[in-house]
Nanobody
Framework: QVQLVESGGGLVQAGGSLTLSCAASGDITRINVMGWYRQAPGKQRDLVAGFTSYGRTVYVDSVKGRFTVSRDSAGNTVYLQMNSLKAEDTGVYYC?????????WGEGTLVTVSS
């Protein structure tokens, strides 16, 4: 089992910044394939950014140039640096990790961007 805990959400004005964290524990040594997902009110959960199995980063077009995904040297915490936030970035952000073919989700952290 892998446990994921997101943190760093909050209320921010448009144009502001936030950094989300996803800390992994349990039966995992390093986060490899992972994604940050966003679920806006009344909408489905969509991928925003993440790491592929080849270690590359991927971003949805709407966040390119504004969001940056990274991980710490130990590889068990992943970050999402979010700059120039917009109202449409509002939602619950979830961390998803694929470990040995099993997908794990955190509980999510709420980001609210006021316009």
């Amino acid at each position: 089992q892998v446990q994921l805990v997101e943190s760093g959400g909050g209320l921010v004005q448009a144009g502001g910044s936030l950094t989300l964290s996803c800390a992994a524990s349990g039966d995992i040594t390093r986060i490899n394939v992972m994604g940050w997902y966003r679920q806006a009110p009344g909408k489905q959960r969509d991928l925003v950014a993440g790491f592929t199995s080849y270690g590359r980063t991927v971003y949805v077009d709407s966040v390119k140039g504004r969001f940056t995904v990274s991980r710490d040297s130990a590889g068990n915490t992943v970050y999402l640096q979010m700059n120039s936030l917009k109202a449409e970035d509002t939602g619950v952000y979830y961390c998803n990790v694929d470990e040995k073919g099993v997908a794990y989700w955190g509980e999510g952290t709420l980001v609210t961007v006021s316009s």
